[in-house]
T-cell receptor, first 112, second 114 residues
């Protein structure tokens, strides 16, 4: 079956440094969603990317979808303590019939 | 608008028992999906219901079942519990089940099987 891997698994950064997580799939992605889960919390939707090569920005967050639609990335500029959490990518297959295949997640911790 | 609610929030059961978890979607949302989250396997899709019909199912044994009521509230049931069923069970709702709909997760039910 489809596997969606994320690297790194863990990332510790100093506050103010940048952070990037990469999402790679064994098969072509239908469209990618990104979620953030705070410690003890539940996943919160961040964004959805649909088109090959698409780039979207949300303040300090930049999301990219690979040209071949087999990878995606999330980049955070100048991290803040509020960015702590686990970031998941998810492939939304069976367009219209919801089935999200989640990536393995990257846990971000910030060193103040 | 109230968010997705799940009850109970915490549950402790013993092996062999069965459990029923409840999810109330955001008012007006008709699609409810269930996910299991464990440290080892991550977030895994269980099933999705839309207008009382199961539209999609993940790779879980038949011990995991669910249903949706006419008011869109959903329940999932796990029978003959095993230690490995200990997990955070999350439900998520969407408006019409369209590709453009945002999925909203509930706080989850933490199930511990002893």
């Amino acid at each position: 079956g489809q596997q969606v891997m994320q690297i790194p698994q863990y990332q510790h950064v100093q506050e103010g440094e940048d952070f990037t997580t990469y999402c790679n799939s064994s098969t072509t992605l239908s469209n990618i969603q990104w979620y953030k889960q705070r410690p003890g919390g539940h996943p919160v939707f961040l964004i959805q990317l649909v088109k090959s090569g698409e780039v979207k920005k949300q303040k300090r967050l930049t999301f990219q979808f690979g040209e071949a639609k087999k990878n995606s990335s999330l980049h955070i500029t100048a991290t803040q303590t509020t960015d702590v959490g686990t970031y998941f990518c998810a492939d939304r297959s069976n367009f219209g019939n919801e089935k999200l295949t989640f990536g393995t997640g990257t846990r971000l911790t910030i060193i103040p | 608008k109230a968010g997705v609610t799940q009850t109970p929030r915490y549950l402790i059961k013993t092996r062999g028992q069965q459990v029923t978890l409840s999810c109330s979607p955001i008012s007006g949302h008709r699609s409810v999906s269930w996910y299991q989250q464990t440290p080892g396997q991550g977030l895994q899709f269980l099933f999705e219901y839309f207008s009382e019909t199961q539209r999609n199912k993940g790779n879980f044994p038949g011990r995991f079942s669910g249903r949706q009521f006419s008011n869109s509230r959903s329940e999932m049931n796990v029978s003959t519990l095993e230690l490995g069923d200990s997990a955070l069970y999350l439900c998520a709702s969407r408006s019409q089940g369209l590709a453009t709909d945002t999925q909203y997760f509930g706080p989850g039910t933490r199930l511990t099987v002893l």
